[in-house]
């Protein structure tokens, strides 16, 4: 089984999607650097995009993601500003710039897209490299979700050797470690975290997404006007943010947290904050801006929008009470890569949504006193009630119906949470582990319109023609 740290699942990196944008843009810069070691240069690069990466490629700007990868670009790091005069420079110029040398390249030309998919993987992307038309590297990868790649051939085992002091494979596992140990869920994570990193590491890991997460959410309630992509789909979280805090304004980050803070805790005035700010992270993510996966990108706005109202209006807003909450909400994550999948090219959009919403109810379950048993509840029941949800985005962009799905996402979250602290978990019917073969049980069963193809649901009933495909 794998040996999964929180810091696979929480990824700083650039939207739409982990699966269709972070992993072939991890995927490419892994190429890029194979091309290093050659005796030869290429004078030709190919990229072969197959199966889901292909149907829905465009709209999730995977054609975009592996040739800032090619050319080195760290997700991480890259001025998202940057991006666009990049992409026009090697659509302008017909040149790709890999290690400081310029290879001619052609998007149309040389960024393939085959709409089958290859019988290894529904997200498969393969790299070719020429001299003299004679190949010189072939490397084929597959996008395994949440930013998750694997290179055919390679070697995975070595991840996996790491010995953890509190091996979990599924939630019966970790439900053993806290008893033996008398811990929380938080406690037995970060026990196991300082196996892959040192203390400092984990602490500054921490605080590195937390504080991502926080910027996403500001920038997205500070940007209005029309997302790209070709559907006209309105940003609103900007306006609805104004709404709420009824004129008042605001000159920092810190500045906002404490007006939204101190707003009313009345059901609707919450209800609508926590859709604010999924809608914040979602719309920055559809505008490729920096987001964190958790687990993915297009659910990316979940965990914030929870983490918010835990810090807003639960009076939770300690760096401990942020630290206790991503590592609770980042194991459940890993316990769903472990035993269904976090791909929606697998799963469908229970895979991700299903999976943030799992994951923050049981993350706000341990911060607000639930029990161990209690936080697995919650993320059953959060987990539950999105089993079969589909992946069905309209003309392959993540907006629609991808946005406001986070917003949804982190409300059954926090029902979830409130319902787990309000019931004995010796009276749940479904445990944890049975909801989580439950899902992969049903991703296998799902049809593959349904599956980030955009061939079924409201992209087939409302399909579109969009300017970039
Ligand atoms: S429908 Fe769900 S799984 Fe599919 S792209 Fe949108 S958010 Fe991701």
Request: glycine residues 8%; charged residues 20%.
């Amino acid at each position: 089984m794998e040996r999964l740290s929180i810091f696979d699942i929480y990824k700083i990196g650039v939207g739409p999607s982990s699966s269709h944008t972070l992993g072939p843009w991890n995927a490419a810069l892994q190429f890029a650097t194979a091309l290093w070691g050659l005796e030869l240069q290429p004078d030709h690069v190919e990229v072969h995009l197959y199966g889901s990466l292909s149907k829905t490629g465009v709209g999730h700007a995977t054609d975009l993601a592996v040739q800032l990868g090619l050319e080195g670009c760290d997700p991480v790091t890259v001025d998202t500003a940057e991006i666009p005069i990049r992409i026009e420079r090697i659509r302008a110029h017909e040149q790709i710039v890999i290690h400081n040398y310029p290879i001619p390249f052609t998007p149309s030309r040389d960024i393939v897209f085959h709409n089958h998919a290859r019988l290894e993987h529904p997200n498969t992307l393969t790299f070719k490299a020429f001299s003299d038309h004679e190949v010189l590297l072939e490397q084929t990868y597959y996008s395994l979700g949440g930013g998750f790649i694997e290179r055919e051939g390679e070697n995975v085992q070595e991840l996996q050797q790491i010995q953890l002091p509190f091996p979990i494979d599924k939630g019966a596992d970790l439900l053993r470690h806290i008893d033996q140990q008398d811990a929380s869920v938080s406690e037995i994570v970060w026990a196991n975290e300082l196996r892959f990193h040192e203390y400092s590491e984990v602490k500054e890991q921490i605080d590195s997404i937390f504080r991502t997460m926080l910027e996403c959410v500001f920038r997205g309630i500070n940007t209005s006007g029309i997302l790209p992509g070709g559907l006209n789909v309105k940003r609103r979280a900007a306006k609805l943010n104004k709404e709420l805090l009824d004129g008042q304004t605001f000159d920092s980050l810190e500045e906002w947290l404490a007006l939204v803070s101190g707003t009313s805790r009345d059901f609707t005035n919450v209800n609508k904050w926590v859709s604010c700010f999924a809608l914040a992270v979602n719309e920055e993510n559809a505008a490729l801006g920096r987001v964190v996966t958790s687990p993915t990108n297009g659910a990316a706005g979940v965990i914030p929008a929870v983490m918010l109202y835990m810090y807003c209006f639960c009076d939770h807003n300690s760096i401990d009470d942020i630290e206790r909450f991503l590592l609770t909400s980042g194991e459940i994550g890993c316990l769903f890569k472990k035993g269904a999948t976090i791909s929606a090219a697998v799963g469908g959009c229970q895979a991700e949504i299903g999976v943030s919403s799992a994951m923050a109810a049981g993350g706000l379950t341990e911060i607000l006193g639930g029990s161990p048993r209690q936080v697995l509840a919650a993320a059953e029941i959060a987990m539950e009630h999105h089993l079969g949800l589909t992946c069905d985005p309209i003309g392959g962009l993540v907006q629609v119906p991808c946005i406001e799905r986070n917003a949804m996402g982190a409300m059954k979250a926090i029902t979830a949470a409130h319902l787990a602290l309000a019931t004995d978990p010796d009276d749940c019917l479904v445990n944890f582990d049975v909801v989580v073969k439950t899902m992969w049980d049903t991703a296998q069963d799902m049809n593959h319109k349904y599956k980030e193809t955009s061939e079924g649901g409201l992209a087939f009933n409302l399909p579109v023609v969009l300017p970039s495909c």
